[in-house]
């Protein structure tokens, strides 16, 4: 067993981009089942053994992540205290600064409160054992903090605010008092990315309201062409099944077929325990957690995702191109705003760490941005990509005529697809080092 588990492991960090398989990504997740497959393993033990990883390893996603939770506290320990990755062996080690007072947790009002009462909690217990490398990266993160930024005797986690503070995305406040007096610093395990709106906070911000769901909007405006791009997507599901030869299945999965003519009958449409059973033994996918259709689509689309990937590009550029062009002209004028809000930007100058704290850079408090972004030109740029729509924001200083950076948001589907509305995340991109970002923002 440990040979196979050994190769397997092997064989699958080969096949991941970096060498470091990670089962909280999907992405991954679907190497190892294609690994699997290659050894010839069935369908039914792959599910079991990838069911089985998940279960050990992999930690719920959100603020109450594991990986969440122990990057920002130990960031935040080493900020203020000389440490190493051996005080951070277990989660009972990480209590220990609880326990001395080196950390607390805040809430929205900036009050301390009870670590121990919270969710997150059990990261604190003997048996949770954080992860080598997130420590690693937290420390370096930690010390760069106090290098630059400056020392402090105490550190507060804001993580339970949940952005509700004048610190605002902060996830630690560092301070030789009290929270409120404190410096805010946003963290970011490994490379980083930016805050991420909702889609519909996204289409609120370039076109400058607050009061509408854009979102259902897109969808009212362009109802059929929803309606056309779920049909051919069930068909390309139909096509999975029928390519099994359960006949079962196959009439199972045409009644169901029969009942979905729109985007809202697909997102309704449940499956008994019964039906599940039949499109386990035909597709291999697993029935346990096989209540709805949308489960089903999204866990047979590797499967035939070089056919649906033109079909998705094609129905995007309907939905949010079309909508993007219709607002063509009041877009500019709300691009400042969405910058702001995709940077962070709250009423406190916030600090923001990454890549273990060699990206590290102030972001200036909301006033202070206001005035130096008089010196920014802002333009924008749309188009259709492979994983969804993208938004760019071009930034560039205008008194030196330098391109500073864009900043990409990406429409897609975050759940898997199919699974409901798509929604949006964020990538950036800077031609400018920390030093250079100093000189124009602080």
Same mark, same amino acid.
């Given at each position: ?27 991954? #997740?679907?190497?190892?089942?294609? &690994?699997? $497959? ?10 079991? @053994? ?29 900020? &203020?205290?000389?440490? +190493? ?24 009002? #900036? ?85 991420? #709106? ?11 309201? +607050? ?35 359960? %006949? ?9 077929? +029969? ?6 009958? @697909? ?27 949308? @489960? ?9 995702? %070089? ?33 702001? $809000? ?9 600090? @923001? ?6 990206? #590290?850079?102030?972001?200036?408090? +909301?006033? $202070? ?9 802002? %333009? ?21 005529? $330098? ?40």
């Amino acid at each position: 067993m440990n040979l196979f588990i050994d190769k397997i492991i092997q064989d699958w960090a080969y096949k991941v981009n970096d060498g470091c398989p990670d089962p909280e990504k999907r992405s991954h #997740l679907q190497i190892l089942e294609a &690994v699997l $497959r290659q050894h010839k393993y069935p369908q039914n033990f792959i599910n079991s @053994y990838i069911s089985q990883i998940k279960g050990e390893i992999v930690e719920a996603t959100g603020n109450t992540s594991a990986t969440t939770f122990y990057h920002e506290i130990i960031s935040g320990i080493a900020a &203020v205290r000389n440490t +190493s990755v051996s005080d951070f062996k277990t989660g009972e080690g990480v209590k220990k600064f609880f326990d001395d007072g080196t950390i607390a947790s805040v809430n929205a009002s #900036l009050s301390v409160i009870d670590t121990m009462k919270l969710k997150q909690a059990r990261f604190l217990e003997k048996n949770s054992i954080p992860k080598p490398k997130i420590v690693k990266d937290a420390i370096q993160s930690g010390k760069a903090i106090k290098s630059k930024v400056g020392k402090f005797k105490k550190v507060y986690w804001s993580g339970p605010t949940n952005d509700g503070s004048d610190f605002g995305a902060a996830d630690i406040i560092l301070s030789n008092g009290s929270a409120k007096k404190g410096v805010g610093v946003s963290l970011k395990y490994g490379a980083g990315q930016l805050k991420n #709106l909702s889609a519909n906070q996204f289409f609120q911000a370039i076109i400058g309201k +607050s009061d509408s769901n854009f979102v259902h909007h897109i969808h009212d405006l362009t109802s059929d062409a929803w309606d056309k791009m779920t049909k051919a997507y069930v068909e390309l599901m139909d096509g999975e099944i029928k390519a099994s030869g359960d %006949s079962e299945a196959i009439k199972a999965f045409s009644s169901i077929k +029969s009942d979905i003519s729109t985007w809202n009958g @697909y997102q309704k449409r449940k499956i008994d325990k019964e039906t599940a059973a039949m499109f386990e033994r035909a597709t291999g996918v697993s029935a346990k957690k096989m209540t709805n259709i949308k @489960y089903l689509g999204r866990k047979l689309v590797p499967k035939f995702k %070089s056919a649906w990937q033109p079909i998705k590009v094609k129905f995007f550029d309907i939905f949010f191109g079309e909508f993007i062009k219709t607002y063509e002209k009041i877009i500019p004028n709300n691009l400042r705003n969405l910058l702001k $809000r995709q940077l962070s930007v709250t009423t406190n100058d916030l600090w @923001y760490s990454a890549s273990g704290g060699k990206n #590290l850079k102030m972001i200036p408090g +909301s006033k $202070r941005f206001d005035e130096l972004a008089k010196n920014l030109d802002l %333009s924008h740029s749309h188009k259709p990509s492979g994983s969804g729509y993208n938004f760019t924001i071009h930034v560039k200083h205008t008194p030196s005529g $330098r391109e500073l950076g864009a900043i990409t948001v990406i429409i897609r589907w975050k759940q898997g697809q199919m699974a409901g509305y798509p929604d949006t995340t964020s990538s950036a991109k800077w031609n400018i080092n920390n030093d250079e970002w100093a000189e124009i923002f602080n």
